[in-house]
Every structure is written in structure tokens, then in C-alpha cells.
């Protein structure tokens, strides 16, 4: 005879069980904090926007210092974070097997066109720089690794907005920072008819005079976009650049198809 016990949903069932860890959590506050903060905050600075006292913050300031997550700047008394996250995020698979397929391509690409490029992953309402080349010249336009890009207003955020799926990209929306404005419905459908009519994005750069910037779309096998490719083209006052706009457009095009083919896509 079958337990009957067996057979009654269970009470607990889809819940998520909350757990605390204050030790943790105070620790996890001050990264998040200074992960705002380029400049860094002193000790006094974190307990006064954390509501902690100075002892408590100390401590745990201590123990992130010794494990290399933060670091105090050598001209000031502020803490800033470190690249360690950063570094550790990596080792996530999927990012690790994206920089390990684009990497050496990234690297022809701008041997191929005196040009830097770098690549963006999507994660949590904007864009981050994952990987970066440096053009083989002498003057250089670069991106830093891990330098947040907006969904709106740049290159790389309307390529990862633009070639998700529709449940996705609502997500993404959703997620956009609150000190971001959020895009009416209508500027999105617009942005995104015309971005995936294109396949790709070239639109000047919102930061620097004299930039163009290209980007392209990766995809991965499930046909999922895993990264866009933008390439900073950079217009030269004595216009020695070697390759035009038009030939960077399309290295870059055809760059971006080959790292999704290495992904494992077929178009």
C-alpha cells in the first residue's frame, strides 16, 4: 500500500527558504557600495552609508583587503575595489568559453584594421566590457574591462537589447538602473526595427567627438545572442587611418560571424 504521506503536496513546495548571514552581508554591502564609487570611500564614508559603526566596518574592511577585493589608494584614505570579481566572474563557463573563441579573433580584427575593439555581455540592466584589444598602433582608443555600457545610448547596449527575444529584452528593460531614463515603448520599437533591419549598429559615439561606433551582434548556439562586438572606429584629423569605415564595418561583420560560428551557431 502506497504512504500516503508520499502522495500530499508539500507545504514548503516553490518556496525559497530566506537565510541571513550578517558577517556576509556586511561584507557583501561594502562591495556593492564601492562598486558604485570610482573614487573609493574612506572608512568613516561606508559606516556613515551603511548605519554601522566604525569598529564593524574596519573589520571587514580588513578581511576584504587581505583577500584582494579591495585595495586604499595611494593617494588618498579611500578604499576603491579591486578586479578580483571581476577576474573571478571569468571563470564562469560560459564567459570563459566566449573570451577563449573571441580573443584571437579580436586580436586579427584589429591587426586587420589598425583599430581597437572589445566585447560586451549583457548582465543586470546594461552592458559589460568582457574582453578588449588594443589596435597594433600608436594611438589607441580603448574601453576598460568591465566598464558598464547603458541600454540606451550606445552602441553595444542597442545591439544586446535589440537582437534578444522579446520576453528577454522586456526583462532587460525592466532591470535598466533607476538613475537611467527608462525609453517609451514607442523609442524601443522603433530602435529595435530599425537596429535588427540593419544587423548591426553604427551610430557616433555619445562620449567622444570623432568616433563612429560599429557593432554586431554574437550569437550562440541556441541562436541566443551572447555578446556584442563594437568596434570605436576612429577618425584620424590627418585621416592616416589605413581602412575606411566601410571595410571596418565589414571586419567587423564578418569577425562577429565567425565568433558565433565558433559558438556553435548556424545561421
Request: charge should be positive.
Amino acid at each position: 500500500m502506497p504512504n500516503s504521506q508520499s502522495n500530499k503536496p508539500r507545504a514548503t513546495a516553490g518556496r525559497r527558504k530566506e537565510y541571513t548571514s550578517p558577517a556576509l552581508e556586511k561584507g557583501l554591502d561594502i562591495l556593492e557600495l564601492l562598486a558604485e564609487e570610482p573614487m573609493g570611500l574612506n572608512i568613516s564614508q561606508l559606516a556613515k552609508r551603511q548605519g554601522r559603526s566604525v569598529g564593524q566596518v574596519f573589520r571587514m574592511m580588513a578581511v576584504l583587503e587581505q583577500r584582494g577585493y579591495i585595495h586604499l589608494r595611494e593617494d588618498s584614505d579611500a578604499y576603491v575595489i579591486t578586479l578580483k570579481m571581476f577576474e573571478l566572474s571569468h571563470r564562469f563557463p560560459p564567459v570563459a568559453r566566449l573570451s577563449a573563441v573571441a580573443v584571437p579573433l579580436m586580436k586579427r580584427l584589429a591587426l586587420e584594421s589598425s583599430q581597437s575593439c572589445h566585447l560586451v555581455i549583457y548582465y543586470e540592466g546594461r552592458g559589460h566590457v568582457v574582453a578588449q584589444q588594443d589596435a597594433p598602433t600608436e594611438r589607441i582608443f580603448s574601453v576598460r574591462l568591465g566598464a558598464a555600457a547603458a541600454l540606451i545610448g550606445s552602441c553595444s547596449g542597442h545591439v544586446l537589447l535589440s537582437f534578444a527575444d522579446e520576453q528577454t529584452r522586456s526583462s532587460m528593460l525592466a532591470q535598466i538602473p533607476k538613475s537611467q531614463k527608462k525609453p517609451k515603448a514607442s523609442e524601443v520599437k522603433s530602435l529595435v526595427a530599425r537596429v535588427k533591419r540593419q544587423g548591426n549598429e553604427i551610430m557616433k559615439s555619445a562620449q567622444v567627438q570623432g568616433v563612429q561606433d560599429i557593432g554586431f551582434p554574437i550569437f550562440d548556439r541556441s541562436g541566443q545572442i551572447a555578446a556584442a562586438l563594437v568596434m570605436p572606429f576612429v577618425f584620424y584629423i590627418d585621416g592616416s587611418h589605413s581602412v575606411s569605415l566601410e571595410s571596418a564595418i565589414e571586419l567587423t561583420g564578418d569577425t562577429a560571424s565567425q565568433i558565433s560560428k565558433e559558438l556553435g551557431f548556424v545561421s
